[in-house]
């Protein structure tokens, strides 16, 4: 392996070509080198990102073999495919979150990509900014007490709604796949601790049948209690807030800081009146890029498991399931 992990692009996706593509050519330890695409836009990408290969359909840039790693950021109901196809041809994945459509799917792939011996993580890029290390350290040195609850919102007014793959559910869309994973995400991470009860609610859109805005409350298995919700039909927010017995955590820029400020922001209120902000600064989508890019190097498993992808990918079928039918679900831990 080179000291720098070739890396192989799926698609001239937004996200691609306008945060992800960027953050790997800041990587350290990673380049670009192919991007695969069947839109004409593609070379003009390539040029743009001085990518040396282009290739027209996905399956030429997977047997391309000095390709070591591909970025999967394709609609959410094509990761199981592409992320199967990737590992059979020996790259390690970095593919977009949800990493699947639902926990048997995510299982799947975790079997193929362990029979490959190829790393894959589902790329929740928010994890790597170095706040929320802050916040677990707050909260462990008991400055707010004893933490009793947390709340998890991400939503924003979704202008372009035709061709709009949120908008597709044949493709996987809605607030909840798209956004709402975020909360469940940093909940269960942040509270170390899963959801046991469960109860959901959705509400769709008429012609479409996606989730616009979905909002839940969780019991989790240390017992703190977890709220969240997640639209595309509100003012944008991104933000979390963890309350214990004597002061409360808010990090108001928790998932996407860079179309922000660009800066983290753990603020910390507690009852002896006191109030600080703490700016942090941290470029998320290039630290999860070297950080998955070392893994590769050393050749060492992420410590974003397995267990905890398929666990997410459990929590947010119970979610579908509360929203559907209207019941509060259990869980098994
Ligand atoms: N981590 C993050 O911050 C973000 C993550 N995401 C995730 O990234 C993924 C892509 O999102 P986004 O960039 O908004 O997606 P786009 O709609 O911009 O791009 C999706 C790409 O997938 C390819 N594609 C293949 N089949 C289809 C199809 N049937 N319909 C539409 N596109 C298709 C196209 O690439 P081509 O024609 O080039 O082959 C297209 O450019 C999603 O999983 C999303 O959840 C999205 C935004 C932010
Ligand atoms: O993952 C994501 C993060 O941010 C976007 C909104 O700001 C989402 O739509 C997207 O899919």
């Not at 929740?124 to 707050?138: A, C, D, G, L």
């Not at 609610?201 to 989730?211: E, L, N």
């Not at 109030?275 to 498993?301: H, M, N, P, W």
């Not at 974003?304 to 679900?329: F, H, P």
Request: include cysteine; hydrophobic fraction near 40%.
């Amino acid at each position: 392996m080179s000291k720098k992990v070739r890396w192989g692009i799926l698609s001239t996706a937004h996200i691609s070509r306008e945060t992800m593509i960027p953050a790997i050519q800041r990587a350290e330890n990673a380049e670009v080198v192919a991007i695969a695409s069947g839109n004409d836009r593609v070379h003009e990408i390539a040029e743009r990102f001085h990518i040396p290969k282009v290739y027209s359909t996905y399956e030429q840039l997977l047997n391309d073999p000095e390709i070591d790693a591909v970025y999967i950021p394709l609609p959410n109901h094509m990761h199981m495919k592409w992320t199967i196809k990737a590992a059979e041809h020996k790259k390690h994945i970095l593919c977009e979150k949800p990493a699947a459509l639902c926990e048997d799917d995510v299982r799947r792939m975790v079997e193929v990509c362990r029979e490959n011996s190829v790393i894959w993580m589902e790329a929740f890029m928010y994890q790597f900014h170095p706040q929320h290390k802050r916040v677990k350290e707050i909260m462990s040195s008991g400055e707010i007490g004893i933490v009793k609850s947390m709340r998890a919102s991400f939503s924003f007014y979704l202008v372009e709604r035709e061709n709009n793959i949120r908008m597709e559910k044949s493709l996987g869309g809605g607030s909840l796949l798209d956004i709402g994973c975020y909360c469940i995400h940093s909940i269960r991470s942040l509270l170390h601790a899963e959801p046991v009860i469960l109860s959901v609610h959705s509400t769709f859109d008429h012609m479409k049948g996606v989730d616009i805005v979905t909002s839940g409350w969780l019991q989790m298995s240390n017992g703190v209690h977890a709220l969240f919700d997640c639209s595309f039909d509100m003012f944008g927010r991104n933000e979390y807030e963890i309350i214990g017995t004597k002061g409360k955590i808010v990090v108001s820029r928790a998932y996407r800081p860079d179309i922000q400020q660009g800066n983290g922001s753990v603020i910390v209120q507690t009852t002896e009146g006191k109030t600080r902000e703490e700016i942090i600064k941290g470029d998320q989508y290039c630290l999860q890029v070297e950080y998955f890019s070392q893994c590769i190097i050393d050749g060492v498993a992420p410590s974003y498991s397995n267990e905890a992808m398929i666990q997410q990918a459990k929590v947010l079928d119970a979610c579908r399931i509360s929203a559907k039918t209207g019941k509060v679900i259990e869980l098994t831990v």
